[in-house]
Protein backbone atom coordinates (compact mmCIF):
# COMPACT_ATOMS: atom_id res chain seq x y z
CA UNK A 1 0.00 0.00 0.00
CA UNK A 2 1.56 3.74 -0.81
CA UNK A 3 0.12 5.91 1.57
CA UNK A 4 0.32 9.98 0.91
CA UNK A 5 -0.61 12.03 3.72
CA UNK A 6 -1.23 15.98 3.62
CA UNK A 7 1.79 15.70 1.26
CA UNK A 8 3.15 19.42 0.07
CA UNK A 9 6.17 20.80 -1.80
CA UNK A 10 6.82 24.33 -2.96
CA UNK A 11 9.89 24.67 -5.33
CA UNK A 12 11.67 28.07 -5.14
CA UNK A 13 11.47 30.64 -2.29
CA UNK A 14 8.99 32.48 -1.17
CA UNK A 15 9.26 36.24 -2.49
CA UNK A 16 10.11 38.71 0.05
CA UNK A 17 8.63 42.53 -0.57
CA UNK A 18 9.27 44.28 -3.50
CA UNK A 19 12.94 43.64 -3.49
CA UNK A 20 13.92 43.02 -7.09
CA UNK A 21 16.36 40.68 -5.46
CA UNK A 22 14.20 38.33 -4.41
CA UNK A 23 14.03 35.14 -5.51
CA UNK A 24 11.77 33.18 -8.16
CA UNK A 25 8.32 33.24 -6.83
CA UNK A 26 7.61 30.24 -4.62
CA UNK A 27 5.69 27.19 -6.95
CA UNK A 28 3.43 24.64 -4.85
CA UNK A 29 3.26 22.35 -6.96
CA UNK A 30 1.90 19.67 -4.15
CA UNK A 31 -0.85 20.52 -1.52
CA UNK A 32 -1.84 18.73 0.98
CA UNK A 33 -2.03 15.60 -1.31
CA UNK A 34 -3.82 12.61 0.68
CA UNK A 35 -4.84 9.63 -0.87
CA UNK A 36 -3.74 5.76 -0.47
CA UNK A 37 -3.31 3.05 -3.26
CA UNK A 38 -3.81 -0.64 -2.89
CA UNK A 39 -2.07 -3.53 -3.90
CA UNK A 40 -3.96 -5.95 -6.56
CA UNK A 41 -5.55 -2.96 -8.37
CA UNK A 42 -4.68 -0.84 -11.22
CA UNK A 43 -4.43 2.74 -9.87
CA UNK A 44 -4.86 5.93 -12.40
CA UNK A 45 -2.82 9.22 -11.66
CA UNK A 46 -4.29 11.94 -13.28
CA UNK A 47 -4.01 15.37 -13.73
CA UNK A 48 -3.63 18.21 -16.26
CA UNK A 49 -0.16 19.33 -17.52
CA UNK A 50 1.76 20.53 -14.22
CA UNK A 51 -0.44 18.98 -11.72
CA UNK A 52 2.06 17.73 -9.76
CA UNK A 53 1.71 14.43 -10.50
CA UNK A 54 5.25 13.81 -11.72
CA UNK A 55 6.51 15.76 -8.09
CA UNK A 56 4.27 13.23 -6.30
CA UNK A 57 5.46 10.06 -7.79
CA UNK A 58 9.88 11.53 -7.17
CA UNK A 59 8.55 12.47 -3.58
CA UNK A 60 7.01 9.10 -2.87
CA UNK A 61 10.48 7.43 -4.41
CA UNK A 62 12.56 9.61 -1.83
CA UNK A 63 13.84 11.76 -4.65
CA UNK A 64 13.12 15.29 -2.89
CA UNK A 65 12.34 15.95 0.37
CA UNK A 66 8.18 17.18 0.77
CA UNK A 67 8.07 20.37 2.53
CA UNK A 68 5.60 18.99 4.67
CA UNK A 69 3.56 15.92 5.03
CA UNK A 70 4.68 12.01 4.21
CA UNK A 71 4.63 9.43 1.50
CA UNK A 72 4.78 5.61 2.81
CA UNK A 73 5.21 2.80 0.52
CA UNK A 74 4.16 -0.54 3.48
CA UNK A 75 4.04 2.17 6.07
CA UNK A 76 8.18 3.33 5.57
CA UNK A 77 9.48 5.81 3.83
CA UNK A 78 11.32 4.68 0.45
CA UNK A 79 14.89 5.42 1.83
CA UNK A 80 14.16 2.82 4.59
CA UNK A 81 13.20 0.42 2.19
CA UNK A 82 16.10 -2.33 2.65
CA UNK A 83 15.84 -4.04 -0.99
CA UNK A 84 15.55 -1.42 -3.08
CA UNK A 85 14.02 -2.29 -6.60
CA UNK A 86 13.11 -5.42 -5.32
CA UNK A 87 10.36 -3.19 -2.87
CA UNK A 88 9.57 -0.72 -5.83
CA UNK A 89 9.95 -0.43 -8.91
CA UNK A 90 9.85 2.83 -11.10
CA UNK A 91 9.27 4.33 -14.72
CA UNK A 92 9.84 8.06 -13.84
CA UNK A 93 11.75 9.09 -17.30
CA UNK A 94 12.22 7.06 -19.87
CA UNK A 95 14.85 9.51 -21.33
CA UNK A 96 16.92 9.11 -18.18
CA UNK A 97 19.41 6.17 -19.21
CA UNK A 98 23.36 6.30 -20.28
CA UNK A 99 22.80 5.99 -24.48
CA UNK A 100 25.91 4.66 -25.07
CA UNK A 101 25.32 1.46 -22.78
CA UNK A 102 23.34 -1.54 -24.45
CA UNK A 103 19.45 -2.52 -23.08
CA UNK A 104 21.28 -5.60 -21.57
CA UNK A 105 24.23 -3.69 -19.79
CA UNK A 106 22.08 -0.87 -18.21
CA UNK A 107 19.65 -3.93 -16.64
CA UNK A 108 22.75 -5.97 -15.45
CA UNK A 109 24.38 -3.38 -14.04
CA UNK A 110 20.96 -1.94 -12.28
CA UNK A 111 20.39 -5.79 -11.25
CA UNK A 112 24.50 -5.98 -9.86
CA UNK A 113 23.71 -2.96 -7.62
CA UNK A 114 20.32 -4.12 -6.26
CA UNK A 115 21.30 -7.50 -5.30
CA UNK A 116 19.10 -9.31 -8.03
CA UNK A 117 19.46 -12.50 -10.12
CA UNK A 118 22.02 -11.32 -13.40
CA UNK A 119 18.91 -13.86 -15.17
CA UNK A 120 16.05 -11.33 -14.33
CA UNK A 121 18.00 -9.19 -17.12
CA UNK A 122 16.62 -11.81 -20.04
CA UNK A 123 13.29 -12.42 -18.62
CA UNK A 124 12.33 -8.31 -18.08
CA UNK A 125 13.90 -8.15 -22.03
CA UNK A 126 12.02 -10.89 -23.01
CA UNK A 127 8.99 -9.72 -20.86
CA UNK A 128 8.59 -6.35 -22.73
CA UNK A 129 9.87 -7.11 -26.01
CA UNK A 130 13.05 -5.63 -26.24
CA UNK A 131 14.92 -9.26 -26.43
CA UNK A 132 15.60 -8.90 -29.84
CA UNK A 133 17.30 -5.49 -29.24
CA UNK A 134 19.04 -6.31 -26.29
CA UNK A 135 22.52 -5.88 -27.60
CA UNK A 136 21.79 -2.09 -29.06
CA UNK A 137 23.07 0.88 -27.62
CA UNK A 138 20.01 2.53 -26.16
CA UNK A 139 21.13 5.81 -27.60
CA UNK A 140 19.84 4.56 -30.69
CA UNK A 141 16.29 3.27 -29.56
CA UNK A 142 13.49 5.29 -30.07
CA UNK A 143 11.02 6.67 -27.75
CA UNK A 144 9.08 3.77 -27.40
CA UNK A 145 11.65 1.16 -27.41
CA UNK A 146 13.16 3.66 -24.29
CA UNK A 147 9.66 3.25 -22.92
CA UNK A 148 9.94 -0.31 -23.21
CA UNK A 149 13.10 -0.51 -21.24
CA UNK A 150 12.17 1.91 -18.30
CA UNK A 151 9.17 -0.60 -17.44
CA UNK A 152 11.84 -3.53 -17.49
CA UNK A 153 13.95 -1.72 -15.06
CA UNK A 154 10.54 -1.04 -12.97
CA UNK A 155 9.80 -4.77 -12.95
CA UNK A 156 13.52 -5.73 -12.74
CA UNK A 157 13.53 -6.66 -8.77
CA UNK A 158 9.86 -8.50 -9.05
CA UNK A 159 8.18 -5.90 -6.59
CA UNK A 160 4.63 -6.08 -5.37
CA UNK A 161 5.26 -1.92 -5.97
CA UNK A 162 5.29 -0.01 -9.16
CA UNK A 163 4.77 3.27 -10.56
CA UNK A 164 4.69 4.15 -13.79
CA UNK A 165 5.21 8.50 -14.70
CA UNK A 166 3.02 8.37 -18.20
CA UNK A 167 4.18 4.65 -19.50
CA UNK A 168 2.67 5.14 -22.66
CA UNK A 169 3.64 8.29 -24.13
CA UNK A 170 5.43 7.27 -27.47
CA UNK A 171 4.48 3.51 -27.70
CA UNK A 172 2.03 2.75 -31.19
CA UNK A 173 -0.91 1.55 -30.70
CA UNK A 174 -0.01 -2.08 -30.53
CA UNK A 175 2.05 -0.78 -27.86
CA UNK A 176 -0.61 0.90 -25.64
CA UNK A 177 -2.50 -2.72 -25.95
CA UNK A 178 0.24 -4.15 -24.37
CA UNK A 179 1.21 -2.05 -21.46
CA UNK A 180 -2.70 -1.87 -20.52
CA UNK A 181 -2.81 -5.81 -20.48
CA UNK A 182 0.39 -5.82 -18.54
CA UNK A 183 -0.67 -3.35 -15.81
CA UNK A 184 -3.75 -5.46 -15.55
CA UNK A 185 -2.12 -8.50 -14.99
CA UNK A 186 0.73 -6.91 -12.54
CA UNK A 187 -2.61 -5.72 -10.52
CA UNK A 188 -4.33 -9.75 -11.11
CA UNK A 189 -1.08 -10.75 -9.20
CA UNK A 190 -1.66 -8.80 -5.94
CA UNK A 191 0.60 -5.95 -7.10
CA UNK A 192 -0.03 -1.96 -6.51
CA UNK A 193 0.04 -0.61 -10.06
CA UNK A 194 0.29 3.24 -9.85
CA UNK A 195 0.00 4.76 -13.50
CA UNK A 196 0.34 8.34 -14.36
CA UNK A 197 -1.19 10.32 -17.25
CA UNK A 198 -2.59 13.10 -18.39
CA UNK A 199 -5.25 11.57 -20.57
CA UNK A 200 -7.90 10.13 -18.81
CA UNK A 201 -8.68 8.07 -22.20
CA UNK A 202 -5.51 6.04 -21.37
CA UNK A 203 -6.73 4.93 -18.23
CA UNK A 204 -10.66 4.57 -18.86
CA UNK A 205 -9.94 0.80 -19.62
CA UNK A 206 -7.31 0.26 -16.97
CA UNK A 207 -7.89 1.32 -14.36
CA UNK A 208 -10.07 0.25 -11.34
CA UNK A 209 -8.95 3.44 -9.17
CA UNK A 210 -8.53 6.84 -9.96
CA UNK A 211 -6.41 9.41 -7.84
CA UNK A 212 -7.21 13.03 -10.13
CA UNK A 213 -5.08 16.20 -9.00
CA UNK A 214 -5.55 19.40 -10.55
CA UNK A 215 -2.54 22.27 -9.70
CA UNK A 216 -1.38 20.16 -6.86
CA UNK A 217 -4.77 19.88 -4.97
CA UNK A 218 -6.32 16.11 -4.44
CA UNK A 219 -9.72 16.46 -6.67
CA UNK A 220 -10.85 12.94 -6.26
CA UNK A 221 -9.62 9.05 -5.07
CA UNK A 222 -11.75 6.90 -5.71
CA UNK A 223 -13.50 3.97 -8.61
CA UNK A 224 -13.82 4.95 -11.77
CA UNK A 225 -17.46 4.76 -11.59
CA UNK A 226 -17.67 6.78 -8.63
CA UNK A 227 -15.30 9.26 -10.45
CA UNK A 228 -17.87 9.23 -13.55
CA UNK A 229 -21.01 9.78 -11.33
CA UNK A 230 -19.67 13.07 -10.30
CA UNK A 231 -19.85 14.20 -13.70
CA UNK A 232 -23.21 16.61 -14.16
CA UNK A 233 -23.33 16.06 -17.94
CA UNK A 234 -25.45 12.76 -16.50
CA UNK A 235 -28.78 13.20 -18.64
CA UNK A 236 -32.26 11.17 -18.76
CA UNK A 237 -33.54 10.54 -22.61
CA UNK A 238 -37.45 10.51 -22.17
CA UNK A 239 -39.52 9.42 -25.35
CA UNK A 240 -43.09 10.63 -25.19
CA UNK A 241 -46.16 9.68 -27.05
CA UNK A 242 -48.53 12.35 -27.65
CA UNK A 243 -47.00 16.49 -28.04
CA UNK A 244 -49.27 17.84 -25.48
CA UNK A 245 -48.25 15.68 -22.80
CA UNK A 246 -44.59 16.77 -23.63
CA UNK A 247 -44.89 20.04 -23.24
CA UNK A 248 -46.54 19.72 -19.20
CA UNK A 249 -43.70 17.21 -18.69
CA UNK A 250 -40.82 19.52 -19.59
CA UNK A 251 -42.29 22.61 -18.11
CA UNK A 252 -43.07 20.83 -14.93
CA UNK A 253 -38.92 19.99 -15.40
CA UNK A 254 -38.24 23.35 -15.69
CA UNK A 255 -40.23 24.51 -12.95
CA UNK A 256 -38.03 22.59 -11.22
CA UNK A 257 -35.22 23.73 -12.30
CA UNK A 258 -34.05 20.59 -14.62
CA UNK A 259 -32.91 21.84 -18.02
CA UNK A 260 -34.98 20.04 -20.97
CA UNK A 261 -33.92 20.22 -24.88
CA UNK A 262 -35.79 18.74 -27.43
CA UNK A 263 -33.81 16.27 -29.59
CA UNK A 264 -34.64 15.12 -33.58
CA UNK A 265 -32.97 11.70 -34.12
CA UNK A 266 -32.99 8.55 -32.60
CA UNK A 267 -33.46 7.38 -29.35
CA UNK A 268 -30.62 6.12 -26.98
CA UNK A 269 -33.01 2.39 -27.13
CA UNK A 270 -31.41 -0.27 -29.08
CA UNK A 271 -33.21 0.00 -32.32
CA UNK A 272 -36.19 2.17 -30.99
CA UNK A 273 -36.85 4.46 -33.48
CA UNK A 274 -38.93 7.99 -32.77
CA UNK A 275 -42.37 7.93 -34.49
CA UNK A 276 -44.45 10.35 -35.59
CA UNK A 277 -46.28 12.44 -32.28
CA UNK A 278 -43.41 11.04 -30.44
CA UNK A 279 -41.30 13.50 -28.89
CA UNK A 280 -37.87 13.19 -27.28
CA UNK A 281 -36.80 15.19 -24.29
CA UNK A 282 -32.71 15.37 -23.16
CA UNK A 283 -33.34 16.27 -19.68
CA UNK A 284 -30.10 17.31 -17.29
CA UNK A 285 -29.91 18.31 -14.13
CA UNK A 286 -32.54 15.89 -12.24
CA UNK A 287 -32.50 11.96 -12.27
CA UNK A 288 -34.58 9.16 -14.28
CA UNK A 289 -36.66 8.77 -11.04
CA UNK A 290 -37.64 12.11 -10.51
CA UNK A 291 -38.59 11.99 -14.29
CA UNK A 292 -40.35 9.30 -14.06
CA UNK A 293 -42.09 10.66 -10.72
CA UNK A 294 -43.14 13.54 -12.70
CA UNK A 295 -44.39 12.09 -15.47
CA UNK A 296 -46.82 9.68 -13.63
CA UNK A 297 -48.33 12.18 -11.29
CA UNK A 298 -48.86 14.08 -14.46
CA UNK A 299 -50.31 11.17 -16.40
CA UNK A 300 -47.88 11.46 -19.24
CA UNK A 301 -47.32 8.02 -21.06
CA UNK A 302 -43.69 7.21 -21.66
CA UNK A 303 -42.28 5.29 -24.13
CA UNK A 304 -38.83 5.65 -23.11
CA UNK A 305 -36.94 6.93 -19.67
CA UNK A 306 -33.34 6.50 -20.33
CA UNK A 307 -30.52 7.11 -18.16
CA UNK A 308 -26.90 8.21 -19.05
CA UNK A 309 -24.02 8.51 -17.20
CA UNK A 310 -21.19 11.21 -17.79
CA UNK A 311 -18.15 9.59 -19.45
CA UNK A 312 -14.90 9.26 -17.20
CA UNK A 313 -13.56 11.66 -20.07
CA UNK A 314 -16.43 14.25 -19.61
CA UNK A 315 -16.14 14.29 -16.08
CA UNK A 316 -12.23 14.44 -16.15
CA UNK A 317 -12.82 17.79 -18.33
CA UNK A 318 -15.08 18.99 -16.18
CA UNK A 319 -13.88 18.48 -12.89
CA UNK A 320 -10.29 19.38 -13.92
CA UNK A 321 -11.43 22.51 -15.93
CA UNK A 322 -10.68 24.88 -13.25
CA UNK A 323 -6.79 23.24 -12.93
CA UNK A 324 -5.57 23.65 -16.53
CA UNK A 325 -3.03 26.07 -16.58
CA UNK A 326 -1.52 25.61 -20.21
CA UNK A 327 -4.40 26.19 -22.80
N1 LIG B 1 12.54 21.13 -9.98
C1 LIG B 1 11.56 22.01 -10.08
N2 LIG B 1 11.76 23.32 -9.75
C2 LIG B 1 10.76 24.22 -9.82
N3 LIG B 1 9.52 23.93 -10.21
C3 LIG B 1 9.25 22.67 -10.56
C4 LIG B 1 10.24 21.64 -10.51
N4 LIG B 1 9.68 20.47 -10.91
C5 LIG B 1 8.38 20.75 -11.19
N5 LIG B 1 8.12 22.06 -10.98
C6 LIG B 1 6.82 22.72 -11.15
O1 LIG B 1 5.87 22.06 -10.33
C7 LIG B 1 4.62 21.93 -11.00
C8 LIG B 1 4.22 20.46 -11.06
O2 LIG B 1 5.06 19.80 -12.00
P1 LIG B 1 4.98 18.22 -12.29
O3 LIG B 1 6.04 17.92 -13.27
O4 LIG B 1 5.00 17.50 -11.00
O5 LIG B 1 3.55 18.11 -12.98
P2 LIG B 1 2.92 16.90 -13.80
O6 LIG B 1 1.53 16.73 -13.29
O7 LIG B 1 3.80 15.72 -13.77
O8 LIG B 1 2.84 17.52 -15.26
P3 LIG B 1 2.95 16.84 -16.75
O9 LIG B 1 1.67 16.09 -17.00
O10 LIG B 1 3.06 18.06 -17.63
O11 LIG B 1 4.18 15.99 -16.74
C9 LIG B 1 4.81 22.56 -12.37
O12 LIG B 1 4.30 23.86 -12.32
C10 LIG B 1 6.30 22.59 -12.56
O13 LIG B 1 6.67 23.70 -13.36
Known amino acids: MIEVHELTKRYGRR ?9 PAARLAVDRLTFSVRPGRVTGFLGPNGAGKSTTLRLILGLGEPTSGTATVGGRRFRELPRGLRDVGALLDAHDVHGGRTAEAHLAA ?3 TNGIPRR ?82 EMEHTADDLVVIGRGRLIAAESGAAFAARGTRRSVTVRTVDPAASRGLADALEAEGATVRREAGASEAEGATVRAREELLRVTGTDAERVGLLAHRLGVPLAELTA ?20
Open 110 to 112: LAR
Open 308 to 327: RASSLEEAFMELTADSVEYR
Open 120 to 201: RVGEVLEEVGLAGAAERRIGGYSLGMKQRLGIAAALLGDPPVLLFDEPVNGLDPEGVLWARGLFRRLAAEGRTVFVSSHLMG
Open 15 to 23: RRGPSRLAG
